[in-house]
């Protein structure tokens, strides 16, 4: 397992390592003795979620104020673009965005610990996305940052808008953001 530092702190692309040949592959995604050596956390993953969207659909960019989840990411089929905002108060980061193109080919994770806000748009006709979190889904306490709020001004590869839940319709601006 490779991992790769962003230019914010503890948001970490992970490259598995996968062994193929003309069967297939096989690959490790997740290994919590490996994790915590990689990550130099003691990680305690508590639910794991699967979604699947179409084409030019935009999920988020979600978080909760309490509750807040640590969440490794992936794709399973398809492509996406997956975008984290760092929405922690007292970072030197706080504000500030990565994106990564994560696909069924590519098999690249990423880590965001609790704390940040997290989105993707949908490249390909589909897409399966997979993410586990360490804590518990808590609609009470979940949150939407608005996914073109001109503060932020990500690079979403889209020509148009995306389709968007009526919740995401919603989001709130960056200045509006409470832990």
């Not at 592959?25 to 990550?39: G, H, L, M, T």
């Not at 084409?55 to 673009?81: C, D, M, P, T």
């Not at 979190?133 to 979403?156: F, G, K, Q, V």
Request: hydrophobic share 40%; proline share 3%.
């Amino acid at each position: 397992m490779k991992v790769i530092k962003t230019k914010i702190h503890d948001l970490l692309i992970i490259e598995p390592a996968v062994f193929g040949d003309q069967r297939g592959f096989f690959f490790e995604s997740y290994n919590q003795k490996v994790f915590r050596e990689k990550i130099g956390l003691d990680v305690n993953f508590v639910q794991d979620n699967h979604s699947r969207s179409v084409k030019n659909v935009l999920r988020g960019l979600h978080y909760q104020v309490k509750q807040s989840q640590g969440k490794l990411v992936r794709v399973v089929a398809g492509e996406v673009y997956d975008v984290a905002v760092d929405i922690r108060k007292n970072s030197p980061t706080f504000g500030e965005w990565e994106g990564v193109h994560l696909s069924a080919e590519n098999k690249k994770m990423l880590w965001m610990p609790a704390g940040f806000a997290h989105g993707f748009l949908v490249l390909s006709e589909t897409a399966e996305f997979l993410y586990k979190t360490t804590d518990y889904y808590a609609p009470e306490y979940e949150r939407c940052l608005a996914w073109d709020d001109e503060t932020l001004n990500i690079s979403w590869p889209i020509k148009g808008q995306p389709e968007l839940s009526d919740k995401d319709k919603l989001g709130m601006k960056l200045s509006e953001v409470a832990e």
